[in-house]
């Protein structure tokens, strides 16, 4: 049996936005925390965040204001769903999505993998009124598969 060389736990250690133009922004921050973890039945999920993010005032969970759900939001990205792999490229079906627009799609990713990091790059897509085509880069943990 081939042994499917994304299954595991990655660490996000980059998250950058790339322009058309050239301009590399972080919209995370350099600092940005998270994961994708790839199943060996064909799942993914994925969650990453700004370093630092404010809590919200209350501890209720739906009580937060506008002004901290926004906040919340454009510091946080997630979703979930099966994969495949084609070619030179890794196809995320999402199914859940913190932005209801990928839910039911599917996004392609195109990678390589560098020793013991996964490199993903998306194609371009409308990012605050620019294409901008995401670059990131996951550090294999050490942790039980």
């Not at 209720?60 to 769903?81: H, I, M, N, P, W």
């Not at 792999?85 to 859940?96: F, G, K, Q, T, W």
């Given at each position: 049996?081939?042994?499917?060389?994304?299954v595991?736990?990655?660490?996000?250690?980059?998250?950058?936005?790339?322009?058309?133009?050239?301009?590399?922004?972080?919209?995370?921050?350099?600092?940005?925390?998270?994961?994708?973890?790839?199943?060996?039945?064909?799942?993914?999920?994925?969650?990453?965040?700004?370093?630092?993010?404010?809590p919200?005032?209350?501890?209720?969970?739906?009580?937060?204001?506008?002004?901290?759900?926004?906040?919340?939001?454009?510091?946080?990205?997630?979703?979930?769903?099966?994969?495949e792999?084609?070619?030179?490229?890794?196809?995320?079906?999402?199914?859940?999505s913190?932005?209801?627009?990928?839910?039911?799609?599917?996004?392609?990713?195109r990678?390589?993998?560098?020793?013991?990091?996964?490199?993903?790059?998306?194609?371009?897509?409308?990012?605050?009124?620019?294409?901008?085509?995401?670059?990131?880069?996951?550090?294999?943990?050490?942790?039980?598969?």
């Open positions: 049996m081939i042994e499917n060389p994304f595991g736990a990655w660490r996000l250690i980059s998250c950058e936005l790339r322009s058309v133009n050239g301009q590399i922004s972080y919209p995370m921050g350099k600092d940005a925390q998270g994961y994708i973890i790839y199943s060996r039945d064909g799942y993914l999920s994925v969650a990453f965040m700004s370093s630092g993010r404010n919200f005032a209350s501890d209720d969970l739906r009580a937060g204001s506008a002004e901290e759900k926004v906040q919340a939001f454009d510091t946080y990205f997630s979703y979930c769903g099966r994969y792999v084609r070619d030179e490229a890794v196809i995320h079906h999402v199914e859940v913190l932005f209801p627009n990928w839910t039911g799609k599917s996004q392609e990713r990678y390589r993998f560098d020793q013991d990091q996964l490199i993903l790059s998306a194609p371009p897509v409308l990012i605050d009124g620019i294409e901008q085509a995401a670059h990131l880069v996951w550090q294999k943990t050490a942790g039980r598969e």
